[in-house]
């Protein structure tokens, strides 16, 4: 059976930062695209990054390019989200998503074959 377990969420002044993680199991984490995606309330979920299976390409959202960083440890079954100068728009329910051997399409939800309960992060003013 597959798991993916986000953590470090939390609360988070605006200009904080906070780092996630996404334990993954049930699947051969290395041949696997992970993807961060969030969803605040009354909106739909986007795409925030990405990163190929090899952990040799990178995709961002604009909004985030220069403040979030993706990144994984293939040895640890892990994907991290490094979210620095953290703004109230980023605020959000974030999730990671995994994609066997994907290369196309990965701003797009639909190409994640499994996902993440979720990890809630909160930016005050």
């Known amino acids: 059976q597959v798991h993916l377990v986000e953590s470090g969420g939390g609360l988070v002044q605006a200009g904080g930062s906070l780092r996630l993680s996404c334990a993954v199991s049930?699947?051969?984490?290395?041949?696997?695209?992970m993807g961060w995606f969030r969803q605040a309330p009354g909106k739909e979920r986007e795409f925030v990054a990405a990163?190929?299976?090899?952990?040799?390409?990178?995709y961002y959202a604009d909004s985030v390019k220069g403040r979030f960083t993706i990144s994984r440890d293939n040895a640890k079954d892990t994907v991290y989200l490094q979210m620095n100068t953290l703004k109230p728009e980023d605020m959000a329910v974030y999730y990671c998503?995994?994609?066997?051997?994907?290369?196309?399409?990965?701003?797009?939800?639909?190409?994640?074959?499994?996902w993440g309960q979720g990890t809630q992060v909160t930016v005050s003013s």
């Open positions: 049930g699947l051969t984490f290395s041949r696997n695209t």
């Open positions: 998503a995994a994609a066997e051997y994907k290369i196309v399409g990965l701003l797009m939800s639909q190409t994640y074959e499994y």
């Open positions: 990163i190929i299976w090899t952990g040799h390409s990178t």
